[in-house]
Each structure stands twice: as structure tokens, then as C-alpha cells.
């Protein structure tokens, strides 16, 4: 290959290999009976969405998990495919048609949906596009559409199974009513905030009385719908008037005193208004005393004829302040106080909800709930951070039926079809439908109007990707081999929206199917969808701010990566992700990323302009290590090597992504490039035969090479760039090379500790050079004080390298007789090193810099001895944290003494 340039150029880069991997087809996955699957299926983004910070963390996540398991031979299938958003994707394409001056009653049903298949066309696959830019490593052979053939005929059938089996049913139930949007939404569509509104106490009299009950209500137009008041049959109070009737305000009906164990006798007065038709809790206690539910409201929220002729075609906050101005001209208004309510909100529009009585589709969920809630106690599907247990539990233990029926045209018409004698049934077609029903042949069916909630396709995902329920062999082995998959990543905010409900489904729907060996499905790991779930963090601002467009400060991915490179944006993101903890972002962060793969590739460049020289244009083998010729460096680097491959493996299998990012970047940077570097350019330049440079540069090379391999999931274009250039790689790509595995037997502590302790002298004696000014140009000598422990001869033995990456001209052994008068002096591991500097330092330059490293040291030592004189950390601290402060403690000390003696050795002038 060509000469690296200079500099690294992302842009010169990162399309030329993304186009490579696809065009080789390296991102599919297929059976493969000799490798072990790994399986993940992305969140289908919605099809109006573009690219995000949130995208870019959950995406880049699943890519380095994706490519590290491909790597590790894994079959590794990553299934990509897009949401189709129904309430989302029906709003944007009902604005474009209200700028045409028109709207979708008027084009009618066909015309409209055909409006938006053409939007989805020309606009839904923007956010696919863009996820190609961060270098996602999809499988795009297998992308799937929520409303793709496929996936709508397994909605039917899912629909249908369920119906059959009597957990899908239809009823009039008090729903979560949209009236900017006209539909019924789940609970997990409604958002609920805080707002600050009144209580309003209101005076109902007693039928036939002077006296009256005082009710208190946060929505008084809903009084018109009342039909009881309620009080607790406990309540000493009231138990008297329980049988009797008072009569509603304003309408003058009379409505009856019921007693209801759901009264809370202790809130406000301890009576209620019951509204059956209007609020969640007054429905189930209308029904338990089988009231009549009265709804005084149409569906876009204003007052239908129920109620008195005043207030009919009102919008609903209108009649709410109309109504507390008649109560008060009637004397009916006890007070009004501030009140803090937990409003719901539509989760897309923010318009406020209205509990509404309603036709609707629901599923029971109790029975799909219980086995999905066991499997994740057993440990079959684990949370990662495992907290999200306990909400999940929860959560699945208060489950209500969920209300699948949605009000709009996008999305998968309910597949039930309605005889003229108003019987119906659930079918896959119309001539279907007349087969349950035994109509004949000439008897028209009406097909429901409504669609189903978008999660109800969502829920299929993990095997409705591939191919469930079409039974061709193809779809049968894909759902052998690949289903359950092994890893979700997702946002913790959509748990209930469809990590429990695919959980619930897979359950449901794999009961029976055959397993990868062909038996049918029992246990439970083999019914549940995926085995890990990792949730992400929120990504806020620098200040700690949720991004949000609103708050403009959520910056756009694709500029980041224009600016900094993808590489640079997906190794920031990860770095800055702890498992658990909220990503506090900015786009200068990326400066991290950026200087990181700067300062890979001068390394790169470094090594492969000196096997130029050394090695000419024999093809290195970086298949194999060279033993030969191997000193401390050589031994030191191949031991952290292989302590970064045993890290980095282990992070990655607990799901701690952002700690595989900082052994990269601790052994990349920190040994590979500021210290082995600069140690073989002692050897490089050296006065060793050719054929220990040969092997002392092919030996640097294969490390490199490895450290690419550990590098490619979190930077792939740099990490294939770079490998690349290192040998003649005969058209194979680093994506599928093989992960490095660590071989224990090369971790070497003793060598470590060895090279720990050389690197500290060097940084001792470069510290002294600096602070004393000592030109670069000028080279010194080192005097090692004598010691009782073997550290002395490790100077000796390395001190070559002690030489040219210090500049010290010879090193000497002295004893505390002979130590210099005037030198400047560090302390390392116990061993005291001096830099004669007589005629190079200015004394008074030199007493500041011992006296400002022992006021340091003192410091340091003060806060450990608080620290241990504290009963609580030495009680409840780990003994071994306990034991490392009282080994610093003891060193801290040595070296402040050796330091204070330096000192007044000094010559006073």
C-alpha cells in the first residue's frame, strides 16, 4: 500500500471502508452449524426520525458488541429495519396536507395512506442513511419495516392466535383519549408532569335538606358527568347518609350516596364525586355498584349534548372556568386552593389527556405478565444496570390490559372482520372471516377501521425479523439458529413500551417452536428473546441538561463527524457512557477521540517508515511473534498486551463499555505510544546487528497489529486503515480477523514492576532536567544512592534505556558519604537518585522546587493520616483499600524524610 500521509484524514477514510465491507458482503450473517451464533436486533428507529446523540450511543454500543463478537468467530447478525411510527408519521404527512389546504378525510383512506407510502419512500429511510455514516455493521440484507409484508402478516397472526385463545377482546373501558390526535393511547404514551392548577371544594345539597356534602375536584366540568358521591363505609361520619341522594349542582339530577372501600376517608373531606366516564378509578367503582357512565364529552374534547344546553360545544377548559363563575353566583363554591396535580400528556402533541369511555381492542396481560416477569427472576434475561429489575417488576405486578386499538389510517388495520348481525371474528381475510362466522359466500363483511398501536408490531421484533410466520426452511433455521438473540440495547424509558412486552411475546410465540437442535421449545432460555438487555444512559448537556431541541443544545451527529470523524465521536461517546450514569456531552469532548486517533496513526506511521528502513520491502509475518532478541521493553509491553486483551474481554462480557475504552486508550496511548515507542527507538537507532532491528521492529509491528485488532470495534476505519498498511493482507479486512485472546503465561508482574520503576526514574530525572532548565542538548550524570532492596541493580541493568530517554551521560553508584553537596534529588521506590549540578543550576531554584515537593508531600500525608484516624473508613472500608492508604502512608513518609535531608544539604548560598 501507499506511504500513510502526514496527518490522518477521517474523510479520506471512512467512506472508502464502509463501502468495502459492504460491497464484500461482510456484514451477513447465515447458518452456520460450525460457529455459535450472536444475535442482535437494533430499536427500530422511526421512520420520521434523523439521527440523534442518544442514535449514536445506543448504535455505536451495539456495533462495538457486534464487530467484537464477529471478530471472536461468532456468526454475528446484527438485524437492522426501521419503525413505521403510526401516530408520528400520520401527524407529519397530515401537515404537509394542511399546507395543500386539504386533509385526510377529504383525500380519503386509500388516497391518503398512498401519501404516505410516497413520503415514506422519499423520507423514511434518512435515519438508515445516517447510521451508515457512524459505521454501523448491520446485516442490510436483512432489514425490515414494521409494515413490510412480512412483518403485517405476522401482526395478523399474532392478532389472531391471541383472539382465538380469548386474550385479545373488545369492550367499552375507560382509555387514555388523545383530543388533538382523536385515538386512544396506552399508559406508556401518556407522560406525566407536574403542574401547578386549583381544588376547587363545591357544596352538592342533600336531597331534601338544608345541609350539604362538600366535594373537592381538580376538573370541575366533569361534575356534570357525575352520578355518585362516595365515601368510605369505615367513616363514622358519613355512615348515616349512606342509601340517601343529594343533588348534583347545576344540572339538578340526584345522584345517590354509595360506600366504596377505595375512599380515601383521611383526603380532603372523605366524600368523592364518582364520574364513571371520566376518570380511571370511578370507572372500576361504577362498576362494582353498576352506575350508569354518562360522557359529556365528543371526541375532540368540547361538551356534547349530556350536558345542560349552555355549556354544550364548550372546549373543555372553557366550560371548566364557565362553571366554577356559576357555582360561585350560586353559592355552591365552598373555596378554591392551589393545587399541584400530576397532569397525563400525550406522549407525541403534549395535549392533555381525558380519560374517556370508549370501544376498544385490548389484550389481557395478567397471563402473558407472569411467565415473562419469571424468566428475568430466574436470571434467563438479565438487566444491565441489574436496578431495572425492580421497576420491571413493578411494573409487570400492577400490569392493566393494554389498549392495542388506535383511531387512525397508518398503521395495521385490525384484522377483524364484522358481520350485517353485528357478529364478528379476527381472520387473515374476509373469505377467511365468512369460514369462522359460516356466512356464505355472498354476505359482505366490514373490516374494522382502526389500526394497532405501533408497539404491537414491535413486540414481534426479535422473530418476526426473521421470517415468523412464514414456515419456509430458510425462515425455520433463521429462527432456530438466531432466535433467542443474545443482546438488547436500549433505552431505559421504553421497558414497558416493548422490552417487556417482546419478553412476553417471544414466550408466547416460540412455545413449541423447534430449538437449535431441533427439539421443541420448553425451557425457558430457549422461549425468551434475548438473553442481556443493556440500558443506556441519557445523554445531557455539559450543564446536566436533557438534549432537546427546544433547549438547542443537541448537537446534530453528522456535523460532529464532519468535524471530528466517526471514529472520533463513537470512542467519545463510549468513554464518556459508565454503565448506569447519565453522559454528560459536548461536541468538544470529541477532542479526546480526535487526539486519540491522531496519535495512533503517528505511531502507525512511526513503525512503518522504520521497517522501511530496517526491514525494506520484505513482507514482515505478523502472524506470529518473534521471540528472538527480547529485552525488558519487549517483555514488559507483551505482558501489558496481554493484561489490556484479558481487561478489555472482561469489560465487554460484563457490559462495562466505558471501561473497555479507557484500557485502549491506557494501553494505546500511554504504553504503546509514550513508552514502547520511545524505548524501541533506543534499539531502531541502536548499535545492534540489522537482524535484531529486523526482529526488534517486526516484534513492534505484531504488537500493533494487535492493538489495531483490540481497536477495531470502537474505531473501525482507523483501526482497518492502519492494519492495512502493516502487511500484504490479500483482500482480507480487519473485521474479520481474528480478536486477540490473552496468554497468560506472557503477563509478567515482576517485569511490569520492573519497567514501572525505570519509566519513574526516567520521569524523576526529566523532571529535574526541566526544572532546572538543563538543555536537552546537555547530558548528566546520575548518582544512585545505595539500597537494601534489588531496585539499585535494575538501574544497572537497564540503564541504557536510562540513557538516551534521559540524556545521562553515565550512572554511578554512591554511598551517603559520598552523596554531591549541590544536586538536585528525587526520591523513587526507596531509592535515592541525584543529578550533580554544579555549573548547571541556579541553588535557589533548587531549594524551591524540594521545598514545594516536600510541602506537597506533607499534604499528602496529612490526608492519609485523617483518613486512617477515621473509625468509620477503617471499619467499613474493604481491608485491602485500608492496607494500600497504610502502604502510601509508609512510602510518603520514607520519601519526606529523604527530601528533608536533601534539603539541608543544600549550600545556604
Not at 400 to 428: E, K, N
Not at 732 to 752: C, G, W, Y
Request: hydrophobic share 40%; aromatic share 10%.
Amino acid at each position: 500500500m501507499n506511504e500513510l500521509p502526514k496527518a490522518y484524514n477521517p474523510k479520506d477514510v471512512e467512506d472508502k471502508w464502509y463501502s468495502y465491507w459492504e460491497s464484500h458482503n461482510l456484514f451477513h450473517a447465515s447458518v452456520n452449524k460450525d460457529k455459535t451464533p450472536y444475535t442482535v436486533v437494533i430499536p427500530p428507529p422511526n421512520i420520521t426520525g434523523i439521527l440523534t446523540m442518544g442514535h449514536v450511543l445506543n448504535n455505536t454500543i451495539q456495533d462495538i458488541l457486534i464487530r467484537w463478537k464477529r471478530m471472536q468467530g461468532y456468526e454475528a447478525c446484527w438485524i437492522p429495519g426501521t419503525d413505521h411510527a403510526g401516530i408520528a408519521t400520520q401527524n407529519v404527512v397530515e401537515k404537509t396536507l394542511a399546507k395543500e389546504g386539504t386533509n385526510r378525510h377529504q383525500l380519503g383512506r386509500e388516497k391518503f395512506l398512498e401519501r404516505v407510502w410516497a413520503w415514506k419512500k422519499e423520507y423514511g429511510g434518512t435515519i438508515i442513511k445516517q447510521l451508515r455514516k457512524l459505521g454501523t455493521s448491520c446485516d442490510w440484507q436483512r432489514e425490515r419495516f414494521t409494515m413490510d409484508e412480512g412483518l403485517s402478516n405476522a401482526v395478523k397472526e399474532i392478532f389472531i392466535h391471541l383472539f382465538d385463545k380469548g386474550l385479545v377482546y373488545r369492550g367499552k373501558y375507560i382509555v387514555n383519549w388523545c383530543p388533538f390526535h382523536l385515538t386512544a393511547l396506552s399508559d406508556d404514551e401518556v407522560e406525566h408532569s407536574e403542574s401547578q392548577g386549583n381544588l376547587w371544594h363545591i357544596k352538592y345539597p342533600f336531597d331534601g335538606s338544608a345541609d350539604f356534602a362538600v366535594v373537592a375536584t381538580t376538573r370541575p366540568e366533569t361534575m356534570l358527568g357525575d352520578v355518585a358521591i362516595a365515601v368510605n363505609p369505615k367513616d363514622e361520619r358519613y355512615k348515616k347518609l349512606i342509601g340517601k341522594h343529594a343533588i348534583l349542582p347545576i344540572v339538578g339530577r340526584k345522584i345517590p350516596i354509595i360506600a366504596d372501600d377505595f375512599v380515601d376517608a383521611e383526603f380532603g373531606t372523605g366524600m368523592v364525586k364518582v364520574t364513571p366516564a371520566h376518570d380511571q378509578n370511578d370507572f372500576l367503582m361504577g362498576q362494582r355498584h353498576e352506575l350508569p357512565q354518562i360522557n359529556i364529552f365528543e371526541e375532540d374534547g368540547r361538551l356534547n349534548s349530556s350536558v345542560p344546553k349552555q355549556y354544550e360545544g364548550m372546549d373543555r377548559f372553557e366550560c371548566r372556568k364557565q362553571i366554577v363563575k356559576d357555582l360561585e353566583a350560586q353559592g355552591l363554591l365552598l373555596k378554591t386552593e392551589p393545587h399541584t396535580n400530576n397532569i397525563g400528556r400525550c406522549y407525541r402533541c403534549n395535549t392533555i389527556i381525558e380519560p374517556y369511555i370508549s370501544d376498544q381492542w385490548f389484550v389481557k396481560m395478567k397471563p402473558l405478565a407472569m411467565p415473562a416477569l419469571r424468566v428475568v427472576h430466574e436470571g434467563k434475561v438479565r438487566f444491565h444496570p441489574e436496578r431495572w429489575v425492580k421497576v420491571y417488576e413493578h411494573w409487570m405486578t400492577n400490569i392493566r390490559d393494554w389498549c392495542i386499538s388506535r383511531q387512525l389510517w397508518w398503521g395495521h388495520r385490525i384484522p377483524v372482520f364484522y358481520a350485517p348481525d353485528g357478529t364478528y371474528t379476527a381472520a387473515r381475510s374476509e373469505a377467511e372471516a365468512r369460514t369462522k362466522l359460516k356466512l356464505s359466500a355472498n354476505i359482505a363483511l366490514r373490516q374494522d377501521e382502526d389500526v394497532l398501536d405501533t408497539w404491537f408490531s414491535s413486540w414481534l421484533w426479535p422473530f418476526s425479523t426473521l421470517g415468523w410466520p412464514e414456515e419456509t426452511p430458510q425462515v425455520k433455521e433463521d429462527l432456530r439458529y438466531f432466535n433467542p438473540t443474545d443482546t438488547l440495547v436500549t433505552g431505559p424509558d421504553i421497558i414497558f413500551f416493548w422490552v417487556a412486552r417482546m419478553i412476553m411475546a417471544n414466550i408466547e410465540v416460540m412455545k413449541g417452536m423447534p430449538d437449535k437442535n431441533g427439539k421443541q421449545r420448553s425451557k425457558s432460555e430457549d422461549l425468551v428473546p434475548f438473553r442481556d438487555v443493556y440500558f443506556t444512559s441519557i445523554i445531557r448537556d455539559a450543564q446536566g441538561r436533557k438534549m432537546s431541541k427546544s433547549l438547542g443544545n443537541s448537537p446534530d451527529p453528522l456535523d460532529v463527524i464532519n468535524e471530528y470523524g466517526a471514529d472520533a465521536l463513537r470512542f467519545t461517546i463510549a468513554y464518556l457512557s459508565p454503565l448506569g450514569q447519565d453522559v454528560l456531552f459536548s461536541t468538544e469532548k470529541c477532542e479526546l477521540g480526535r487526539n486519540f486517533a491522531n496519535k495512533i496513526w503517528n505511531a502507525g506511521r512511526f513503525l512503518l517508515m522504520n521497517k522501511a528502513e530496517l526491514a525494506g520491502e520484505t513482507n514482515l509475518n505478523l502472524d506470529k511473534l518473534s521471540t528472538e532478541h527480547l529485552d525488558l521493553a519487549d517483555k514488559w509491553i507483551l505482558s501489558r498486551l496481554n493484561h489490556a486483551i484479558r481487561d478489555y474481554n472482561d469489560s465487554l462480557n460484563n457490559f462495562r463499555i466505558n471501561e473497555s475504552t479507557k484500557v485502549l486508550y491506557d494501553f494505546i496511548w500511554h504504553d504503546f505510544c509514550d513508552w514502547y515507542v520511545e524505548l524501541v527507538k533506543t534499539r531502531f537507532y541502536g548499535d545492534e546487528p540489522a537482524e535484531v532491528k529486523r526482529a526488534v521492529v517486526q516484534r513492534a509491528l505484531w504488537v500493533f497489529d494487535r492493538a489495531l485488532r483490540l481497536l477495531h470495534p470502537h474505531m473501525p476505519f482507523l483501526s482497518e486503515e492502519l492494519w492495512q498498511h502493516l502487511a500484504d493482507r490479500n483482500s482480507a479486512s480487519l473485521m474479520r480477523a481474528e480478536f486477540p485472546v490473552a496468554d497468560e503465561k506472557l503477563i509478567d508482574e515482576k517485569t511490569e514492576s520492573d519497567m514501572a520503576f525505570v519509566q519513574s526514574v526516567i520521569n524523576a530525572v526529566r523532571n529535574i532536567r526541566g526544572e532546572n532548565n538543563v538543555p536537552p542538548s546537555k547530558e548528566i550524570r546520575l548518582q544512585v544512592l545505595a539500597a537494601k532492596n534489588d531496585r539499585g541493580s535494575v538501574i544497572q541493568t537497564y540503564g541504557a534505556y536510562l540513557k538516551k530517554l534521559g540524556r545521562v551521560q553515565e550512572i554511578e553508584s554512591i554511598t551517603a558519604s559520598t552523596k554531591p553537596k549541590l544536586a538536585s534529588s528525587a526520591v523513587v521506590d526507596g531509592i535515592e537518585l541525584f543529578v550533580p549540578l554544579e555549573g548547571l543550576i541556579d541553588v535557589g531554584a533548587e531549594r524551591q522546587r524540594l521545598e514545594k515537593e516536600i510541602a506537597r508531600l506533607q499534604g499528602l500525608v496529612e490526608s492519609i493520616e485523617k483518613k486512617l484516624s477515621n473509625p468509620q473508613f477503617v471499619e467499613r472500608a474493604p481491608k485491602d483499600v485500608v492496607q494500600k492508604e497504610r502502604e502510601k502512608q509508609s512510602s510518603f513518609k520514607t520519601n519526606l524524610e529523604k527530601l528533608q535531608q536533601n534539603l539541608k544539604q543544600l549550600p545556604t548560598s
